[in-house]
């Protein structure tokens, strides 16, 4: 077997990198794309808002 | 099964053109510079009105065109050159038909009647609620349902990306990880549809409160979620502009990123953390905890501000390693000296990288700090800081890239190439006197938003500093100027389309020359040292930290401390 052979067979072989995946699947970025501000910025503001007691006269 | 479709390979740049996607291209960009030409021209009046002296709109006028230049230079025209953007980085970079072309047209449909009613009502005078439109201000129902209509639109389009993304994956169009280039659109489109779900999130209410089905929206919320939106937007442009970087830096000078896994983190930091700095704009409001509001700007955003200074490095990086390959390896700055500063595409780009991080950017960060915000919250500062990040970083890199694409597209030559090689410089200039004086006038306390800077229908009178006025009278000269130079964008653009001198069609027999392989491939430059690079970034953190710096002792001064 040649060396270029072996290499071929590496390269379909290839570990792929957790965080590569994730970089490399739009739909994923995606979807932590909206789901982190949403959780920080909208929900957690949301609840603070609601939560400030209402003025009594 | 592929599905056939009417392409062209541009015999210049070797760039793959499919057929509807270029025409949504030019539409979507020609549609953009006329709203730019008219959001433009109410910014100028702005800025006259600001000058003290001259003073030239009445208080109804500067409110109602107030309203109007936000929404057309702030939102219209960059949403649909984002859509040319998204167009060009998904099918034409990874050499694909665009995805669902019918829904693309109905989706820029949408954008134009939704742009055309919302402004259509601000000009009838009954809906000078400015852009952000906050409760109980009320505008005429209209004036909402175009906005989202407009979202609609946008949402449309940024959908068929994603479809163009699915089918260049089916169809094995590239290899590997997406090109930084379309990576970073796709950090764009990502934010755009955060950014969209949340002004509809609002902006439905909204329009129903508008129309008297609902009582009442607290201000507070509305504040919140519209912000998730307003900033978001801007975010986008943020992503766009700084993935054309990358794409005029691969045209011009054939760079690679120097790491392109640093630059793609960079993208991630801003996907992960770039929309919760819409938080800054809510530091003074007391129903919101100090928690909540040190989180999402001094944690999350500074690791969105850590992904603007990797691109901030890695860009000119990227140009210096080029050019030092090229042979321009004399001293620290050869490389740069020996830039083609008469090219408006670099030029304009490069005025841009370096307006948006040392105007745009530093500010950026000190108006996200909590303690200091209030010395400038609320004044000129705020308008000064977003027009060096959004004129200076994104419609000036948005100018650059126009002088690459539209003889590309219209097969013409530019029209009047001795005014273009001169508009970047004369608008950046315009644009950074813009910037910088009204955020002199802001640190001395002038409000933004107020026609009446003299207060003289004040009860109580009060007088700015003689200086607050001297740097109106300069904001107003740098808005003239900046409007020299972007009338001077728009009559070379549209001479280019109109008049321009056509292109003869290269015979068959001469193949196209095969595209830079930075713009359609994932890889890094390789190793190679930028000192120049790292000598500007230097300077760049050394004023990070004394602006920083001054600012706390402004701060100590208002609370009488020093």
Same mark, same amino acid.
């Given at each position: 077997?040649?060396?270029?052979?072996?290499?071929?067979?590496?390269?379909?072989?290839?570990?792929?990198?957790?965080?590569?995946?994730?970089?490399?699947?739009?739909?994923?970025?995606?979807?932590?794309?909206?789901?982190?501000?949403?959780?920080? +910025?909208?929900?957690?503001?949301?609840?603070?808002?609601?939560?400030?007691?209402?003025?009594? +006269? | 099964?592929?599905?056939?479709?009417?392409?062209?390979?541009?015999?210049?740049?070797?760039?793959?053109?499919?057929?509807?996607?270029?025409?949504?291209?030019?539409?979507?960009?020609?549609?953009?510079?006329?709203?730019?030409?008219?959001?433009?021209?109410?910014?100028?009046?702005?800025?006259?009105?600001?000058?003290?002296?001259?003073?030239?709109?009445?208080?109804?006028?500067?409110?109602?065109?107030?309203?109007?230049?936000?929404?057309?230079?702030?939102?219209?025209?960059?949403?649909?050159?984002?859509?040319?953007?998204?167009?060009?980085?998904?099918?034409?970079?990874?050499?694909?038909?665009?995805?669902?072309?019918?829904?693309?047209?109905? %989706?820029?449909?949408?954008?134009?009647?939704?742009?055309?009613?919302?402004?259509?009502?601000?000009?009838? =005078?009954?809906? #000078? $609620?400015?852009?952000?439109?906050?409760?109980?201000?009320?505008?005429?129902?209209?004036?909402?349902?175009?906005?989202?209509?407009?979202?609609?639109?946008?949402?449309?389009?940024?959908?068929?990306?994603?479809?163009?993304?699915?089918?260049?994956?089916?169809?094995?169009?590239?290899? =590997?990880?997406?090109?930084?280039?379309?990576?970073?659109?796709? &950090?764009?489109?990502?934010?755009?549809?955060?950014?969209?779900?949340?002004?509809?999130?609002?902006?439905?209410?909204?329009?129903?409160?508008?129309?008297?089905?609902?009582?009442?929206?607290?201000?507070?919320?509305?504040?919140?979620?519209?912000?998730?939106?307003?900033?978001?937007?801007?975010?986008?442009?943020?992503?766009?502009?700084?993935? !054309?970087?990358?794409?005029?830096?691969?045209?011009?000078?054939?760079?690679?990123?120097?790491?392109?896994?640093?630059?793609?983190?960079?993208?991630?930091?801003?996907?992960?953390?770039?929309?919760?700095?819409?938080?800054?704009?809510?530091?003074?409001?007391?129903?919101?905890?100090?928690?909540?509001?040190?989180?999402?700007?001094?944690?999350?955003?500074?690791?969105? $501000?850590?992904?603007?200074?990797?691109?901030?490095? &890695?860009?000119? =990086?990227?140009?210096?390693?080029?050019?030092?390959?090229?042979?321009?390896?004399?001293?620290?700055?050869?490389?740069?000296?020996? /830039?083609?500063?008469?090219?408006?595409?670099?030029? =304009?780009?490069?005025?841009?990288?370096?307006?948006?991080?040392?105007?745009? %950017?530093?500010?950026?960060?000190?108006? *996200?700090?909590?303690?200091?915000?209030? !010395?400038?919250?609320?004044?000129?500062?705020?308008?000064?800081?977003?027009?060096?990040?959004?004129? /200076? *970083?994104?419609?000036?890199?948005?100018?650059?890239?126009?002088?690459?694409?539209?003889?590309?597209?219209?097969?013409?030559?530019?029209?009047?190439?001795?005014?273009?090689?001169?508009?970047?410089?004369?608008?950046?200039?315009?644009?950074?006197?813009?910037? $910088?004086?009204?955020?002199?006038?802001? &640190?001395?306390?002038?409000?933004?938003?107020?026609?009446?800077?003299?207060?003289?229908?004040?009860?109580?009178?009060?007088?700015?500093?003689?200086?607050?006025?001297?740097?109106?009278?300069?904001?107003?000269?740098?808005?003239?100027?900046?409007?020299?130079? %972007?009338? #001077?964008?728009?009559?070379?653009?549209?001479?280019? !389309?109109?008049?321009?001198?056509?292109?003869?069609?290269?015979?068959?027999?001469?193949?196209?020359?095969?595209?830079?392989?930075?713009?359609?491939?994932?890889?890094?430059?390789?190793?190679?040292?930028?000192?120049?690079?790292? $000598?500007?970034?230097?300077?760049?953190?050394?004023?990070?930290?004394?602006?920083?710096?001054?600012?706390?002792?402004?701060?100590?001064?208002?609370?009488?401390?020093?």
């Amino acid at each position: 077997m040649t060396s270029q052979d072996n290499n071929a067979q590496d390269g379909e072989h290839e570990h792929i990198p957790f965080f590569q995946r994730m970089l490399d699947n739009p739909f994923l970025l995606l979807f932590i794309g909206v789901v982190m501000p949403t959780v920080f +910025y909208i929900l957690w503001g949301v609840m603070e808002i609601a939560t400030i007691p209402i003025a009594t +006269y | 099964m592929s599905i056939l479709s009417k392409s062209r390979i541009c015999p210049e740049t070797g760039l793959f053109f499919d057929d509807q996607a270029e025409k949504l291209i030019k539409w979507n960009a020609v549609t953009g510079v006329v709203f730019l030409l008219v959001g433009g021209a109410f910014g100028v009046l702005m800025a006259l009105t600001r000058w003290t002296e001259v003073h030239i709109l009445p208080a109804d006028w500067f409110y109602l065109l107030l309203t109007a230049h936000g929404l057309d230079a702030l939102i219209v025209w960059i949403i649909f050159f984002e859509m040319a953007v998204l167009y060009l980085a998904s099918s034409t970079l990874l050499k694909v038909r665009l995805a669902a072309p019918k829904w693309a047209w109905l %989706g820029y449909w949408l954008m134009l009647i939704g742009a055309v009613i919302t402004n259509v009502m601000v000009l009838e =005078g009954d809906s #000078s $609620v400015m852009f952000t439109s906050y409760p109980p201000m009320k505008a005429h129902p209209l004036f909402y349902l175009g906005i989202i209509i407009f979202a609609v639109g946008a949402l449309i389009g940024t959908f068929c990306f994603f479809g163009t993304l699915v089918l260049a994956k089916e169809q094995k169009t590239y290899e =590997g990880s997406l090109p930084l280039v379309t990576f970073g659109a796709l &950090t764009a489109a990502i934010i755009a549809v955060f950014t969209i779900a949340s002004g509809a999130i609002i902006l439905v209410p909204t329009l129903l409160w508008s129309l008297g089905y609902i009582a009442h929206i607290d201000p507070l919320m509305y504040k919140t979620i519209w912000w998730a939106m307003g900033h978001s937007s801007q975010q986008i442009n943020v992503s766009a502009h700084v993935s !054309i970087w990358y794409l005029i830096a691969a045209i011009i000078f054939g760079a690679k990123p120097l790491s392109e896994k640093v630059s793609r983190m960079a993208f991630l930091f801003y996907i992960f953390f770039l929309q919760l700095a819409s938080a800054h704009h809510l530091l003074v409001e007391p129903g919101l905890s100090s928690e909540w509001k040190i989180f999402n700007t001094s944690y999350a955003m500074y690791l969105a $501000v850590l992904g603007s200074m990797i691109h901030g490095l &890695t860009v000119p =990086g990227s140009i210096e390693a080029a050019q030092r390959k090229k042979g321009f390896n004399k001293g620290l700055f050869e490389w740069l000296r020996r /830039a083609p500063w008469g090219n408006p595409v670099f030029s =304009g780009m490069f005025m841009s990288l370096v307006m948006f991080g040392f105007l745009g %950017g530093i500010t950026g960060v000190i108006m *996200g700090t909590e303690q200091i915000n209030i !010395i400038m919250h609320n004044t000129l500062y705020v308008p000064g800081h977003f027009h060096a990040t959004v004129v /200076a *970083g994104t419609t000036l890199t948005f100018m650059a890239i126009s002088y690459f694409l539209v003889p590309v597209l219209f097969r013409r030559e530019l029209w009047l190439p001795g005014l273009a090689k001169w508009q970047p410089y004369i608008y950046g200039l315009g644009v950074a006197g813009i910037s $910088v004086f009204m955020m002199a006038a802001g &640190t001395l306390g002038v409000s933004r938003r107020h026609w009446d800077n003299n207060f003289a229908d004040a009860t109580l009178g009060f007088d700015y500093p003689a200086a607050a006025h001297m740097f109106l009278a300069l904001n107003g000269l740098s808005g003239l100027l900046a409007g020299l130079g %972007g009338a #001077s964008f728009c009559i070379i653009m549209v001479g280019t !389309i109109l008049w321009g001198k056509k292109k003869g069609d290269v015979a068959a027999t001469e193949p196209a020359p095969a595209p830079e392989p930075a713009v359609h491939q994932a890889g890094s430059a390789g190793s190679i040292a930028v000192p120049g690079t790292f $000598v500007l970034a230097l300077i760049f953190l050394g004023s990070f930290i004394l602006y920083y710096y001054v600012n706390w002792k402004y701060l100590s001064e208002v609370w009488l401390l020093s």
